[in-house]
T-cell receptor
Framework: EAGVTQSPTHLIKTRGQQATLRCSPI?????VYWYQQALGLGLQFLLW???????NRGNFPPRFSGRQFPNYSSELNVNALELEDSALYLC???????????FGPGTRLTVT | AQSVTQLGSHVSVSEGALVLLRCNYS??????LFWYVQYPNQGLQLLLK??????LVKGINGFEAEFKKSETSFHLTKPSAHMRDAAEYFC????????????FGQGTELSVKP
């Protein structure tokens, strides 16, 4: 069984630009979660999507947004990039928002 | 609100020694509790989970954890450390009105000395 996949592996952007990160969940999982792992700040919850709808949102500004597609894959968009957005962005999936979450390898975003 | 505290940001043990990583949680409802491991430059791998069944939970790679409600703890142990166990370990809680999200502790980096 294929695990959670994320693309790209690395992304380098300039301050003020937009970044788009992509995630494909495990087959059969309808929920996708996004987390930010920034140096010194730990793992912070960003967004939760289930059945195409945003179900919950963490304490992040509106320039962090995303969507979930009919095939349950998801993308995370970060607008007006700031230096402090540099982090590892992890995507996870689960069955209908219940139980354990399985994580992808992450996308390393560097903002210069 | 739910929260997780991991005692000790760094733990160092000798190869073959007992591994004990501490996790305490705060929750007003019966929690789901998890331990994840993160190797350098990788995502998180699920080690084990507690979902209100047996209080002693066995996971992968020889790890286990015991849920103690009276102590609000979910400590992770392994009888004998291997060099390959060197990684960062995260305790997490979900449940209640947290909306499906996991709340993570700050992580404990485990070093294993030869």
């Amino acid at each position: 069984e294929a695990g959670v996949t994320q693309s790209p592996t690395h992304l380098i952007k300039t301050r003020g630009q937009q970044a788009t990160l992509r995630c494909s969940p495990i087959s059969g999982h309808t929920s996708v979660y996004w987390y930010q792992q920034a140096l010194g700040l730990g793992l912070q919850f960003l967004l939760w999507y289930d059945e195409g709808e945003e179900r919950n949102r963490g304490n992040f500004p509106p320039r962090f947004s995303g969507r979930q597609f009919p095939n349950y894959s998801s993308e995370l968009n970060v607008n007006a990039l700031e230096l402090e957005d540099s982090a590892l962005y992890l995507c996870a999936s689960s069955i209908q928002g219940v139980g354990e979450q399985y994580f992808g390898p992450g996308t390393r975003l560097t903002v210069t | 609100a739910q929260s997780v505290t991991q005692l000790g940001s760094h733990v160092s043990v000798s190869e073959g020694a007992l591994v004990l990583l501490r996790c305490n949680y705060s929750s007003s409802v019966p929690p789901y509790l998890f331990w994840y491991v993160q190797y350098p430059n990788q995502g998180l791998q699920l080690l084990l989970k507690y979902t209100s069944a047996a209080t002693l939970v066995k996971g992968i790679n020889g790890f286990e954890a015991e849920f103690k409600k009276s102590e609000t703890s979910f400590h992770l142990t392994k009888p004998s450390a291997h060099m390959r166990d060197a990684a960062e370990y995260f305790c997490a809680v979900s449940g209640g009105n947290q909306g499906g999200k996991l709340i993570f502790g700050q992580g404990t980096e485990l070093s294993v000395k030869p």
